[in-house]
């Protein structure tokens, strides 16, 4: 298995509050992703990062920001949580062209 | 725009019986192709890749996949079930060189002993 770790891996936030997921990986990888995961929509891509402190939006990244100050760590943060960003959130590594994923972190705003 | 399409969204077979999973891709050039399983409460987990060369690519747990450039399709197929391969199936298009994937939305699979 790739050394992915992701914390929390549940959450059950109010609306309107900060809320910051991680992903913390130990293979030195370059890529790091975070995707949502909904019912009838796969996968999306919320935000990547090529590099330290270089990050780029995905396909869904309104209302998410996200942070990279070591190669190790990717910080995914909702700024005011919504209902709409109840999901399962997963972060992926790369370093060539495979994705890895890991186990996914579940969060839920009421 | 890349895009995948999986057209099945639930598929049930016996134990035992082959399967197909059925993927659709749009994607400008040569594209690189995945497909990932998911248990449930889990992560994904690769099961193929295709980058170039010999079409029909194996993977792992029995699984194998034909890359179609006419039919612009990439299908998943195993000659056998178990119960264990009930899951959720996705196929993906690797888009652009910072390795991106673009996922299609899933074929839950059912197996009934």
């Known amino acids: 298995d790739a050394g992915i770790t992701q914390s929390p891996r549940h959450k059950v936030t109010e609306t309107g509050t900060p809320v910051t997921l991680r992903c913390h990986q130990t293979e030195n990888h370059r890529y790091m992703y975070w995707y949502r995961q909904d019912p009838g929509h796969g996968l999306r891509l919320i935000h990547y990062s090529y590099g330290v402190k270089d990050t780029d939006k995905g396909e869904v990244s309104d209302g998410y920001s996200v942070s990279r100050s070591k190669t190790e760590d990717f910080l995914l943060t909702l700024e005011s949580a919504t209902s709409s960003q109840t999901s399962v959130y997963f972060c992926?590594?790369?370093?060539?062209?495979?994705?890895?994923f890991g186990p996914g972190t579940r969060l839920t705003v009421t | 725009a890349q895009s995948v399409t999986q057209p099945d969204i639930h598929i049930t077979v016996s134990e035992g019986a082959s399967l197909e999973l059925r993927c659709n891709y749009s994607y400008g050039a040569t594209p690189y192709l995945f497909w990932y399983v998911q248990s449930p409460g889990q992560g994904l987990q690769l099961l193929l890749k295709y980058f170039s060369g010999d079409t029909l690519v194996q993977g792992i747990k029995g699984f194998e996949a034909e890359f179609k450039r006419s039919q612009s399709s990439f299908n998943l197929r195993k000659p056998s079930v178990h119960w264990s391969d009930a899951a959720e199936y996705f196929c993906?298009?690797?888009?652009?060189?910072?390795?991106?994937?673009?996922f299609g939305t899933g074929t839950r699979l059912q197996v009934f002993p």
């Open positions: 992926a590594i790369s370093e060539g062209t495979e994705q890895y």
């Open positions: 993906a298009v690797g888009a652009g060189n910072t390795d991106k994937l673009i």
